[in-house]
């Protein structure tokens, strides 16, 4: 299949990108939305995304078979990788979903189409709202990943705005092929949406770009967020999302013989979803002493977990530079291993493909990622999150395996801390449409309420 | 040190004597050279291997993790090598506390742990002989001359006869005790150097280098005026500091013909760290020194030899391989070379073999100079392998953890 040339994304790559083709670009964006997406119903944008999130979960759907065939080459990631990530962001864009999140971020399915009541009687003067969104969005594209990119693509239609999707030099894979989607199933709604790609902080492009939109969206590394805040004029809303880690808990209930092993699968898929590279991928599991296993034999387990994804679901291919890394992060903990009792190297052979270190050590440390990580020894959560405190305020996900009245506890605890986002271990890089980015509400963030007194 | 021990190091003193003797040829040629003493040198790393494995705990135990002896080694590639970053993390040595005299620390960025190197008076002297005939082959050949009668290279020297003008943009020994380099910045000035020449650097309180800028523009500005050829010795770091400096104060000099400058890696993570052909630029506007007269050298605190990538006022490399053509004397490309005492493999970081010929991977380094410590050392620097050499790309950073997280020393 060969994908028509439609979105700037899809010129050559030495096309040369200018200020007044990006504003050309916008103007037709927002012509096209005020023609066919500003007044369609919510609820046909609910029906039309969930269609759309089914065939993507479908094998041979022409957009996910090209997605297979061509993404590894393309990203770098594996095919069954890649699947397992598209099934995980597309199961969840159901309409029940849809609905629920409309529910949760704006009070009412309908809030975007019309004034519906304030639900709580009895207040004086009695109220309704609507929530508008923006008329262009613009999202600056982080590399790593695509679900966050396909997510506010999602949001941007349902809160009905235009888009202009920028992408980091070299990502535009997913997000093209999930526009072209949206356009082979939708002209209209495809002619709302473009996408570019060019290498970040190319100012006189970007300035250009946000100088359009009433509303500017960023995924990427705290530094690179800064300064696309610079950019953005005063009268745009600006949403940063920065870099984020995140680790996992493991009490020591939950490490018995029945559920130990299982536990170990669970935690071996969240490193290797999407090869570890998400915000919200393992860099460590803080496990508690006492259980039936110890914090090593678990890292053993998991080692071993590793070793079983590896065959059917194998990283991808690197540049020399992270293989280097890792051979040489591995090297490092392989004479630690060798002369102190209290670290544990396993690692694939002949191969980078995986690794686990154990440490007794409960700082914790950043992984090189690609499926390299810790396993780290603690009496209990206090401890690992003394070893934490180096990431407070920029963990995202903390993935726990406790028995429920501990996991209440732990959950108001890792709160209190200020973690965003605390799962089950097994689903940390399965967030589910209705997440928090980051603490944040999804779409709230985006429109902008007119509040209607009635009397 | 056991007497077999000290036999071996000297049998090693023995075969970098008679290969910098061989160096001296008119003729020589690395690759040649090497396949030459392929058969010594194996003979003499294997041995050597079995000995530290034995002298070694820490190495010992490495190997032991990988299920190798001490006897099963017969050839040189198949020796277990140490990471660079053990040497963080552990006393890496042969050396019984006793007899350290010294310790090279390596210069890492703020909040790491350094590499240490143990030495002693010995380990010293054999690092003297390494260094001495390969930094004096590649950056003042014509000085091979005084080293003549292997081994005794300090006799050979005449007061002034050969001696250079060295303007070393380092601190000096008492100032920065713990610096190979300084060390053989040191060594090379007693042996080459005229008494005019001086240390321009200066250590600060937080164990930085600091450069006295006018001081060197002072030195410059004479050098220029005398008409007698200088030679410039110092970090990337130091001759971008020094070329900021020219450049704010508008100050360029023509250095006297066959001037020359040994550049050593590194920025140290201190300053803008400038891409090697724009330093080249920078070096041969404001100085006058072309880049056929720029030498870089690949070196650290734990290895006791080091590799060129240049011979002073040559084209191309230091032998036949590294004639790369039209683009000779550029900064781009060039091949560092490591001395006939020395192996160095290419290895790929996924399953650790060696890389073809071209290919890109970690360079790993048999030295026989690092009798006391560990002769096979694993680097983090990726590189494309060239024949007998390497053509350097960068450093892989892997085990750059945070400083905090590194253990204390068991």
């Given amino acids: 299949m060969e994908l028509p040339s439609y979105f700037i994304a899809d010129l050559p790559r030495d096309t040369h990108l200018t200020e007044s083709l990006l504003g050309e670009a916008c103007r037709a964006l927002k012509r096209n939305r005020a023609a066919h997406l500003a007044t369609r119903p919510t609820s046909e944008l609910v029906a039309f995304l969930a269609a759309l999130g089914a065939n993507w979960l479908k094998p041979d759907f022409p957009f996910r078979r090209m997605a297979l065939e061509q993404g590894p080459g393309q990203t770098g990631f594996s095919a069954a990788t890649i699947a397992r990530g598209l099934d995980a962001f597309f199961s969840e864009l159901t309409a029940e979903n849809i609905n629920a999140l409309l529910v949760q971020e704006v009070g009412h399915v309908a809030r975007l189409d019309k004034f519906v009541p304030e639900p709580v009687a009895n207040t004086s003067p009695r109220r309704a709202a609507l929530a508008r969104g923006p008329e262009l969005i613009v999202h600056v594209a982080a590399g790593n990943l695509p679900a966050p990119a396909l997510a506010g693509m999602v949001f941007g239609l349902l809160v009905r705005a235009a888009q202009f999707v920028k992408c980091a030099s070299g990502a535009a894979f997913f997000p093209r092929l999930f526009a072209h989607s949206i356009y082979a199933a939708d002209p209209k709604l495809g002619s709302c949406i473009e996408l570019a790609e060019w290498p970040g902080g190319n100012t006189a492009l970007e300035q250009a770009l946000f100088s359009h939109a009433d509303c500017v969206t960023a995924t990427g590394s705290d530094e690179a967020i800064a300064a696309i805040r610079q950019l953005v004029p005063g009268h745009a809303r600006f949403v940063g999302y920065g870099h984020r880690v995140s680790f996992g808990y493991i009490a020591a209930e939950a490490l018995n013989r029945a559920s130990a092993s299982q536990l170990a699968a669970l935690a071996a898929a969240d490193v290797a979803a999407w090869d570890q590279l998400g915000c919200l991928s393992p860099h460590v599991f803080y496990v508690e002493t006492g259980g039936e296993f110890g914090p090593d034999a678990f890292a053993e387990m998991l080692a071993a977990e590793l070793d079983r994804i590896e065959k059917l679901e194998p990283r991808g ?139 | 040190m056991t007497a077999e021990f000290n036999q071996l190091v000297h049998r090693v003193r023995d075969f970098i004597a008679r290969a910098a003797a061989r160096m001296r040829a008119a003729a020589y040629a690395v690759e040649r050279d090497y396949a030459e003493f392929d058969e010594q040198f194996n003979a003499l790393a294997c041995e050597l291997f079995g000995l530290q494995f034995v002298q070694n705990k820490v190495y010992r135990r490495f190997c032991e993790a990988r299920g190798i002896g001490r006897n099963v080694i017969s050839d040189w590639r198949r020796i277990p090598a140490m990471p660079t970053t053990a040497f963080k993390d552990f006393d890496v040595t042969c050396l019984p506390p006793a007899q350290w005299t010294a310790v090279f620390f390596s210069s890492g960025t703020t909040g790491q742990r350094p590499s240490r190197h143990f030495h002693s008076p010995a380990s010293l002297s054999l690092y003297e002989a390494s260094l001495l005939p390969w930094f004096v082959r590649h950056v003042l050949p014509e000085s091979i001359s005084a080293l003549a009668n292997a081994g005794s290279a300090i006799a050979a020297v005449t007061a002034h006869a050969g001696r250079w003008r060295l303007f070393i943009l380092a601190p000096t020994r008492a100032d920065a005790p713990c610096s190979s380099l300084v060390y053989m910045f040191d060594t090379v000035r007693r042996e080459f150097g005229s008494a005019e020449s001086e240390f321009f650097g200066r250590t600060t309180p937080d164990g930085g280098w600091r450069l006295e800028v006018k001081a060197v523009v002072a030195a410059l500005r004479d050098a220029a005026e005398s008409g007698r050829a200088v030679v410039l010795l110092g970090t990337a770091f130091a001759f971008v500091e020094l070329l900021d400096y020219m450049a704010q104060t508008g100050f360029t000099c023509q250095l006297p013909p066959g001037s020359r400058v040994l550049e050593t890696g590194g920025y140290k993570g201190r300053t803008r760290s400038v891409p090697k052909s724009e330093l080249y630029g920078m070096i041969s506007s404001r100085l006058g020194v072309p880049n056929t007269h720029i030498v870089s050298e690949y070196g650290m605190c734990e290895l006791g030899s080091q590799a060129y990538d240049a011979v002073a006022g040559r084209h191309g490399g230091s032998g036949a391989n590294a004639m790369r053509g039209p683009g000779d004397g550029n900064a781009v490309g060039r091949v560092f070379q490591f001395p006939p005492w020395v192996r160095v493999q290419v290895v790929s970081p996924e399953t650790g073999e060696e890389v073809t010929e071209g290919a890109t991977g970690l360079v790993r380094v048999f030295d026989l100079a690092n009798a006391y410590s560990v002769l096979a050392v694993q680097t983090e620097d990726l590189a494309v392998r060239r024949g007998t050499g390497f053509e350097l790309l960068g450093r892989a950073r892997g085990a750059d953890l945070r400083g905090c997280s590194l253990l204390q020393v068991p």
């Fill in chain 1, 317 to 455: 291919m690197l540049p020399a530079e992270a293989v280097a890394q890792i051979a040489s992060r591995r090297a490092f903990y392989e004479v630690r291993a060798a002369n102190l009792p209290d670290t544990r190297l396993w690692s694939s052979p002949s191969s980078t493909a995986w690794t686990v270190v154990y440490e007794a050590d409960p700082q914790f440390q950043l992984s090189c990622l690609h499926r390299f990580v810790y396993v780290k020894q603690v009496r209990e959560l206090a401890e690992a999150l003394r070893g934490a405190e180096s990431v407070r305020g920029k963990v995202s996900t903390v993935g726990i395996a406790a028995p429920a009245p501990r996991a209440h506890q732990i959950a108001a605890e890792l709160a209190a801390w200020g973690v965003t986002r605390i799962c089950p271990i097994g689903r940390m890089q399965r967030p589910p449409l209705l997440w928090r980015h980051d603490g944040r509400p999804a779409l709230a963030d985006l429109v902008l309420w007119t509040d209607w007194e009635l009397e």
